[in-house]
């Protein structure tokens, strides 16, 4: 018999030897951390469109994962397809649904227009996925509702990706600052973005005219980007209530509005609000958003209380590669500023920002994935704003416990 044969061997000398032997074969796997033993993310995309594009980009972030991608429009699956070659397509997205059973890892993102959004939802709740939804969440709250109570029935997680600008460190300091009392009382804040021509279906991606059909889109700019705007300064504020006092909605017309298409939603909101913080403190808010107006460009945002002032920037691009952050305070009767800077992050990261906060959420980990009642809530106050509008009655919003 030849020397070193097993039988020859000792039990721990015939595994080493074994290990040895295989161990070319098995690095790949042995080589990622214990985590990535676990079955990989299973990522669905129901639509394959543009946004859907950027969820799976996010993806390849994550350590291993599969892509599905459903969408009756051919075009869209030629251009996913190209984009994301090892990805999975499907024409129908219930077939993608049911084409295995769900496990523990898998998640569907609903990235259809926001017709679509509840049923979409629903049929990716009841295949027992975990789901994330494209904002705005829905059309109306019975359907939010609707959605919350399938998701809780099945256990699995909701969330929505009206957190896509909860990626930036100045939101943490500037909730510090206010709750340690670092301006005093709040007593007003003011968030304007005002950019007079970049509506999407006209000036941005004007290939989705559904963005100006409110029967498909639900709305216009509140529900495009004052979900963002709202759920970036709650971060921050945490009201447990708001009163919409008054509010208007206008779509004001252009030379480059399509001849062949009614446009029926808004381009320009604004409300006057009160938000009730936790600890009492009454804060006026001065909100306003517009992509389509006759002005200047505008974008503010600050929050002033008894003994000092906030502001801080959210948005994408930065200068200097940093986030900034300034907190006013007064010496000796004069205003100093406090310049505190943060690590800057791109549009990568503001759209990977939902699935990859979704996929800590579902790992158990930290996540800044709105909770159901802050999801409710936050909704229910952008419904406010447009009911305010149309009838000029004041509405009163309150986080249920
Ligand atoms: N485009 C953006 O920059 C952006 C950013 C953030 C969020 N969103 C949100 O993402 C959602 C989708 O927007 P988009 O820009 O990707 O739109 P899009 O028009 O680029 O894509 C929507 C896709 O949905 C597909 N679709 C329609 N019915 C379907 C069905 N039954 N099953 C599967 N697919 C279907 C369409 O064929 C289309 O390819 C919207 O809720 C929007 O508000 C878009």
């Not at 059973?101 to 990235?111: G, L, M, N, T, W």
Request: proline share 6%; aromatic share 8%.
């Amino acid at each position: 018999m030849e020397a070193g044969t097993p039988a020859e061997l000792s039990g721990v000398k015939a595994h080493q030897l074994a290990i040895q032997y295989l161990e070319p074969l098995l690095s790949p796997v042995a080589l990622e951390p214990t985590g990535n033993l676990e079955a990989p993310w299973r990522i669905y995309l129901f639509g394959a469109g543009a946004i859907a594009r950027l969820h799976a980009a996010a993806a390849k972030k994550l350590d291993r994962y599969q892509l599905f991608a459903a969408d009756p429009s051919n075009e869209a699956r030629e251009s996913f397809s190209k984009a994301f070659p090892h990805a999975k397509v499907f024409e129908d997205a219930e077939v993608m649904l049911a084409s295995s059973p769900a496990q523990d890892r898998d998640i569907v993102v609903v990235a259809v227009p926001p017709w679509l959004h509840h049923s979409a939802a629903l049929a990716s709740i009841r295949s027992k996925r975990h789901v994330l939804c494209e904002k705005p969440v829905a059309l109306s709250q019975a359907e939010l509702d609707d959605l919350l109570a399938a998701a809780r029935n099945t256990g699995r997680h909701f969330g929505d990706c009206s957190v896509r600008f909860l990626c930036n460190d100045a939101l943490g300091r500037a909730r510090e600052i206010v709750s340690s009392g670092g301006i005093g009382s709040p007593y007003h804040a003011r968030l304007v973005n005002r950019n007079p021509r970049i509506r999407p279906g006209i000036e941005f991606q004007p290939e989705s005219k559904w963005f100006l059909d409110k029967t498909q889109a639900g709305g216009g700019i509140s529900f495009d980007w004052g979900v963002y705007d709202l759920s970036m300064l709650f971060d921050v504020l945490r009201p447990v209530a708001v009163h919409v006092h008054h509010a208007y909605t206008a779509a004001p017309p252009t030379g480059a509005d399509p001849p062949d298409c009614n446009i029926t939603v808004e381009s320009h909101v604004g409300a006057a609000m009160s938000l009730e913080l936790e600890n009492g403190a009454t804060v006026a808010l001065d909100f306003e958003r517009a992509s389509g107006f006759h002005g200047e460009s505008q974008s503010i945002l600050n929050v002033d209380g008894s003994t000092g002032g906030l502001s801080w920037e959210w948005c994408p691009p930065f200068e200097n590669d940093s986030v900034q952050l300034m907190h006013y305070v007064d010496v000796a009767g004069k205003v100093d500023k406090r310049l505190e800077q943060f690590p800057a992050f791109g549009w990568d990261e503001v759209h990977g920002r939902p699935l990859l906060a979704f996929v800590d959420l579902v790992a158990g980990r930290d996540s800044v994935i709105l909770p159901a009642r802050r999801l409710a809530f936050n909704y229910a106050v952008l419904l406010a704003i447009y009911q305010c509008a149309a009838d000029g009655k004041p509405i009163d919003v309150h986080l249920k416990s």
